[in-house]
């Protein structure tokens, strides 16, 4: 009661209190004021005769009073209280307004219309689930998930929030491309939520969670409560989200809204190379996801520009599959459309994600190859064939050792590499084998490392048991290579290692021989045994790590194979001479498949003429509107070194010049000499060009990619309901189905929390010292008035 009436916000019970003066003056003046007071009091009522004795005195007390609460106030008095609080910590709730969000789903089970009915509030929660009319069921199909979370913030019935609010400060927020509250402490505001719409264009669910405690840093937040579909297309992958607020002790509890498997045929990714060749058959595989359509037949058709060029009919298998087909392209075009779609079924969830569209450039050019060996080896001759067959390639042989008449009885051998410096650069890609380095001439291994560093040629050294790479340590092959090379020969591996598909290989066609992951990663196992593999130091700074060996070397991963930027061109390795064994009882179609995209990957950008000393790059060619774009530029110098600066500056225009160029600054990425790295965002969709600073123009690459339109909402219209429980979990909290929703305040009650508060109150401002001495004068007022004093 003493500290309500003291105007706190907090209270509690009263631990201890004390009185005292801000401006203390001796104690005996003190006295001999309140005294004086007294006596001044006790004069003037004594000169009083119209007064009765008792009224004198009560009008003396009252005088007396005035005057001691005056005097006493000049002193400004504080009272100190020491109380025993309960802590209100935030809770936080957080709202969907995703486009995703404004899906309505079609519930045709007694429980999914029996769960949009609670929402609703139309139904009790835990009540028998009842029958459904065709006229309610068409009705509660037609409602999106955003108004099934709008219904559950008003259901006042349900005692959801408000007993939330009773224990914590609970702040709302909306969230989709950015995070927005919608009211301040205690109850979402109505109007708030009545504007609150599912129109934003992509979901940044991880970063949402991180900006909202980002906002009460340094305030105890006992939760987060999650309204939303699951779906997150943005910014901070949501799980890794979940992982921090677990280390802060934030538990967070998702409400999952949509149906976990709703009927739908998407197409999920088409995977076909960015630059294919005119009159080569092109591999495509699409990855389609299905639900509730098993069995059904459906076609896959594959457009390129206006023309039909393939078309599969599948037999659905109602989870994900892929289907793959080639195409074969007749005409060279700097970028056509490849359309994949996928024919609609009646009562999909979502027709938009049936399609997708792939930029594609197509090219009518030779890649011209050197392939300089030693002796034949198994892998030599499986892979001379391979380079045979491919009509896209110019290949040129150097064989050390062998029939030296080769040359003269083939135009496709040569007898040493070109001595003659133009006839050097006018390869694009060599193939060192395993030969000595003392084969070359200094001048001729000056002029491979130059290729790849000033004019943008690549090298591949495939390894073998005596002399490639260790006779290369001290020349300037070595130092072109993506690997530490040591002076030792190689050495052996047991029979079952074998090589595993690194991190960046999984994201990397070169290393894709099926499919499926778990399917490539099989038929790489069948690389064994491996007998013996160079000596080496680890991968370099900056080197990017394809393929590792199933078990470590001395403690270490080995660099199986690996790439690095060199200059203006490319450096590959690969440590075994052992890749024929893809062949085992499979023929020919993996291990040439593996030899294909490795001579594409490396030599195709100096076909396009796109390797000069500052290489711009995106990660896609084609967006949809709002995505975020990931730009890199590789930079190097006069001396084609790489360029150490704090960032680089690029601009994001585009083609047509409509609008005004937006610079971009991009940032070293550690670890990488001359890699900057950088994000863009277009919300306008067009044609879109990349440039770099004025000086740099005649140096660098333009690389242009495509902002389409699109439903980024609609790829996935599934309720993330796994990738919502695994956040729950790693932030110690718990999903909750809609039914479930009576025991959510049990659940994130937590454990109450005290502390013992002082607080300081200056006696000056209180409303009751102000009403006593109002009392006080207003007494004495009335008394005297009522005997004609006044």
Not at 4 to 23: A, D, K, M, S
Request: hydrophobic fraction near 40%.
């Amino acid at each position: 009661m003493l500290s309500r009436l003291l105007g706190f916000e907090e209270t509690g019970p009263v631990r201890y209190f004390e009185w005292y003066l801000q401006n203390p003056w001796p104690a005996f003046i003190l006295l001999a004021l309140v005294v004086a007071a007294a006596g001044l009091v006790v004069f003037l009522y004594r000169q009083e005769r119209g007064l009765p004795r008792g009224r004198r005195i009560l009008l003396g007390v009252c005088r007396f009073v005035l005057y001691a609460v005056i005097l006493l106030l000049l002193f400004e008095p504080i009272l100190a209280l020491e109380m025993t609080v309960r802590l209100r910590r935030n809770f936080l709730v957080l709202l969907d307004v995703s486009q995703s969000m404004a899906i309505q789903d079609p519930r045709n089970s007694r429980e999914s219309l029996a769960d949009a009915a609670m929402c609703l509030g139309e139904v009790e929660f835990g009540a028998e689930v009842p029958m459904v009319s065709e006229e309610q069921k068409r009705r509660l199909q037609a409602v999106s998930r955003l108004e099934l979370a709008k219904g559950l913030l008003r259901r006042r019935q349900a005692n959801l929030f408000r007993e939330l609010a009773e224990q914590h400060r609970v702040r709302y927020f909306c969230f989709g491309e950015r995070l927005e509250p919608t009211s301040g402490e205690g109850e979402v505001e109505e109007g708030s939520l009545a504007r609150a719409a599912a129109e934003a264009k992509a979901t940044q669910l991880g970063t949402a969670l991180e900006e909202a405690v980002a906002r009460y840093s340094g305030q105890p937040i006992a939760g987060i409560i999650l309204l939303t579909d699951g779906a997150s297309n943005e910014g901070l992958e949501p799980t890794e989200a979940a992982r921090r607020l677990g280390e802060r002790r934030i538990p967070l509890f998702p409400i999952g809204l949509g149906l976990p498997d709703p009927p739908d045929i998407a197409v999920r990714d088409v995977v076909v190379p960015e630059t294919v060749f005119c009159r080569d058959s092109v591999s495509t595989r699409v990855q389609l996801r299905s639900a509730g359509y098993k069995g059904r037949s459906v076609d896959v058709v594959a457009r390129l520009g206006e023309q039909e060029v393939a078309r599969e009919r599948v037999v659905l298998a109602g989870k994900t599959q892929y289907v793959e087909f080639s195409f074969t392209p007749e005409v060279a075009a700097d970028e056509v459309a490849l359309e994949v779609a996928v024919t609609p079924v009646e009562g999909e969830t979502s027709r938009d994600n049936n399609r997708v569209r792939k930029s594609l450039r197509v090219v009518d050019e030779k890649i011209k190859v050197i392939y300089v060996e030693g002796k034949p080896r198994w892998e030599y001759r499986y892979l001379r064939a391979v380079l045979l067959r491919d009509h896209r390639l110019d290949v040129k042989f150097v064989m050390t050792q062998g029939d030296r008449d080769l040359p003269r009885a083939s135009a496709q051998y040569l007898s040493q590499f070109p001595e003659r410096a133009e006839q050097a650069f006018d390869f694009d890609l060599i193939i060192l084998g395993d030969v000595p380095a003392s084969v070359f001439a200094p001048r001729q291994l000056a002029r491979m490392e130059q290729l790849v560093r000033e004019r943008g040629g690549s090298l591949l050294m495939l390894a073998g048991h005596r002399h490639a790479p260790v006779s290369y340590l001290g020349t300037p092959i070595a130092a072109a290579l993506p690997v530490r090379l040591l002076p030792d020969q190689a050495a052996p591996v047991d029979d079952l290692v074998h090589p595993l598909v690194a991190e960046a290989g999984g994201e990397n066609a070169v290393m894709s021989l099926a499919p499926d992951p778990e399917r490539n990663q099989e038929l790489w196992a069948l690389v064994r045994p491996l007998y013996r593999l160079p000596r080496l130091d680890g991968a370099k700074p900056g080197a990017t790590v394809l393929a590792e060996l199933s078990e470590s070397t001395r403690g270490e991963r080995y660099p199986l194979v690996a790439w690095q930027r060199y200059g203006t061109g490319k450096t590959l390795f690969v440590g075994t001479d052992q890749l024929w064994r893809l062949r085992f009882k499979r023929g020919d179609t993996h291990h040439a498949r593996f030899w294909r995209r490795t001579v594409q990957f490396l030599a195709l950008s100096r076909l396009l003429g796109e390797n000069k000393r500052v290489h711009l790059a995106t990660d896609r060619r084609e967006y949809r509107t709002g995505q975020r774009i990931q730009i890199y530029a590789n930079v190097l110098n006069e001396s084609f070194e790489p360029v150490d600066a704090p960032a680089y500056s690029i601009h994001v225009a585009e083609t047509a010049g409509g609008r005004t160029a937006r610079p971009v600054r991009l940032k070293p990425v550690p670890g990488s000499p001359g890699l900057y790295e950088g994000f863009s965002t277009v919300t306008e969709a067009g044609r879109y060009r990349i440039t770099p600073p004025a000086l740099d123009e005649k140096l660098a690459n333009a690389p242009e990619f495509t902002v389409k339109e699109g439903a980024l909402e609609q790829v996935e219209p599934a309720m993330q309901e796994e990738t919502l429980r695994e956040m729950a979990e790693l932030s110690g909290g718990r999903f909750f189905p809609v039914r479930e929703l009576p025991t959510l305040p049990r659940s994130v009650g937590g454990t109450e929390q005290t502390t013992v508060i002082r607080r300081n109150k200056e006696l000056w401002d209180l409303p009751v010292v102000f009403l006593l001495l109002l009392g006080c004068a207003g007494t004495e007022w009335y008394f005297r008035r009522k005997h004609n004093l006044v």
